[in-house]
């Protein structure tokens, strides 16, 4: 069926964001902490907690206490006292992807990011293409997240998408798979150049 609609994720598709950027190589002394941190302390599923709304410091000082071995205070305290400085830029090629598709005009563009409501504000400062959606869902502001079935129906009922015609790009696969659950057709986001073949092959570019 005809696409009218494209819908981007954020983190990892139009914006570089890691938290390797502050936790790289030399930060740990040694690398099993590192690991430890990432697969015990600040996890994947912790951080998606705050991105679906939950309070930055009260998640870390919960966190401090839970973890109150000395050497893990710094860490704890830097995975949002630092975030800036993991939050490194546009992804140029994706972006210009989406200006390509935006100079054609045959496209409504909307944004569902899984993003923290206290620190979404600063991307929309740093980054103009932030502002080339006709609309944007952030998950912290909503009090839902992907993969959740709700946060996908909000957008469809705030901006009367019709999922049939929409395009869903995500670098996450178990949210691409989520739409997909819900009728979106999708693309699991790999690379810009991966994309901008997927585009053209779909007839979109």
């Not at 966190?63 to 071995?69: A, I, R, T």
Request: glycine share 6%.
């Amino acid at each position: 069926m005809a696409i009218h609609t494209i819908i981007w994720d954020l983190g990892g598709v139009l914006v570089d964001w890691s938290p390797l950027y502050v936790y790289d190589d030399h930060y740990f002394s040694d690398p099993a902490d590192r690991d430890y941190f990432f697969s015990h302390i600040c996890t994947s599923d912790w951080s998606e907690r705050q991105d679906a709304g939950y309070s930055l410091q009260q998640a870390t000082e919960e966190k401090l206490n839970e973890f109150p071995d000395p050497r893990w205070r710094q860490p704890i305290l830097d995975f949002y006292g630092r975030w800036t400085e993991m939050l490194r830029g546009p992804l140029s090629d994706t972006v210009t992807l989406f200006e390509q598709l935006r100079v054609r005009k045959q496209y409504r563009f909307y944004a569902l990011t899984n993003w923290s409501a206290e620190n979404f504000p600063i991307a929309l400062q740093r980054f103009d293409f932030l502002h080339w959606f006709d609309g944007r869902l952030v998950s912290g502001q909503e009090g839902t997240r992907k993969p959740f079935a709700d946060f996908y129906q909000l957008l469809f009922d705030r901006y009367q998408i019709d999922p049939a015609h929409a395009l869903f790009i995500d670098d996450n696969l178990r949210n691409v798979k989520a739409g997909e659950s819900l009728g979106l057709a999708g693309i699991h986001f790999t690379s810009a150049t991966d994309l901008q073949i997927e585009l053209k092959k779909r007839g979109l570019l």
